[in-house]
């Protein structure tokens, strides 16, 4: 009963798509694959959401095509879409396009970054993102500092780098030097000043454990990356010159994954450094901040943050 309803919901979905109607086609062909999983049904899905410009989507499907196993003596059906997939999903990559994230400014421990209002992993920020053409909003927000929105236009197979410069917010005014250079100064009279050191020694752990988490990711996907394509290499070390179209599509796909398991090390390990850089920035400062207020020819740290740079000024 379920495979003679996927066969009538395959068969509807497939005269949506011919009359254009893509996204009651993939309507069609997703409860057709819940109900009997065959990848015909996920190449018609992915054809429609390519149609649409939802590549991201599109760009999935196809590869779940191509890198699911298919079942001993698989329909003439199953190996054409798989066929298929692998031909469509070269045409998808060169129009996917890719946003890299940036953040300049104040430190950025704690802060979230958001495209379209969803919260991305810290990880993803520094990185390429492949996104769907069409416009996207991005902001960068934290408890001490915050950017102001973002929309960038992105077209097919574009690759653009939006910048997001952090400020602070109301908790902190920024003061001007003659450099131009921006300096957080708390605004609480000198009798409070051992409060906010103590909420800068507790940020700047935060921050320490930020970084710590980063540069562990990092270099787990680092490691992780290396070991990916190693079986790569040795498969085309071995069929070189001869290797059949099977075994280059599996080199190719192969070293696919670890590109980006590499290219996400590197994000998480840059993100990591910036972390504990600014974990010994907060930290230098609160224990500037908590000497007393009399002290005035004491030495005092203060953390200077500019366009796209970030170091320490003081008196000594």
């Known amino acids: ?3 003679a309803t996927a066969r009538e919901t395959a068969d509807a979905g497939r005269t949506q798509f011919e ?4 996204a009651e ?14 990848p015909p049904h996920l190449l018609y899905i992915a054809r429609a959401q390519a149609k649409l410009g939802r590549l991201v989507e599109a760009h999935e499907n196809y590869l779940k095509i191509t890198r699911d196993s298919l079942p001993p003596k ?3 059906a199953f190996i054409e879409a798989v066929n298929a997939a692998e031909r469509e999903l070269e045409a998808v990559d060169a129009r996917l396009p890719y946003v890299t994230i940036a953040v300049q400014g104040a430190p950025a421990a704690g802060v979230t970054v958001s495209m379209d209002g969803t919260a991305l992993p810290a990880a993803m920020v520094g990185i390429p993102l492949p996104v769907n053409p069409g416009t996207h909003a991005f902001e960068a927000r934290g408890t001490a500092a915050q950017s102001a929105p973002v929309s960038v236009n992105v077209s097919e197979g574009a690759k653009e780098t939006v910048m997001l410069t952090l400020r602070a917010n109301s908790a902190a005014r920024p003061a001007q030097g003659a450099s131009g250079a921006t300096s957080l100064t708390s605004e609480s009279p000198p009798d409070t000043a051992h409060g906010g050191s103590s909420g800068l020694r507790v940020a700047s752990y935060v921050a320490f454990g930020v970084g710590a988490v980063g540069l562990g990711v990092g270099s787990y996907f680092l490691v992780k990356s290396s070991n990916t394509r190693q079986p790569a290499t040795d498969l085309y070390d071995s069929c070189t010159p001869n290797c059949t179209v099977e075994q ?5 796909t192969t070293d696919s994954d670890a590109d980006q398991q590499r290219n996400i090390g590197i994000g998480a390990v840059v993100t990591g450094g910036v972390a504990a ?6 930290f230098l400062l609160s224990a500037s901040n908590s000497a007393p207020a009399a002290q005035s020819n004491a030495p005092r740290v203060t953390p200077v943050i500019g366009l796209g740079s970030l170091g320490l000024s003081g008196t000594f």
Not at 248 to 252: P, S
């Open 19 to 22: 009359a254009g109607r893509y």
């Open 277 to 282: 850089i600014t974990g010994l920035t907060l």
């Open 74 to 76: 698989p329909p003439k």
């Open 25 to 38: 086609a993939i309507d069609s062909f997703t409860r057709a694959q819940q109900l009997v999983a065959a």
């Open 248 to 252: 280059q599509a599996e080199i190719e």
């Open 1 to 3: 009963m379920e495979r």
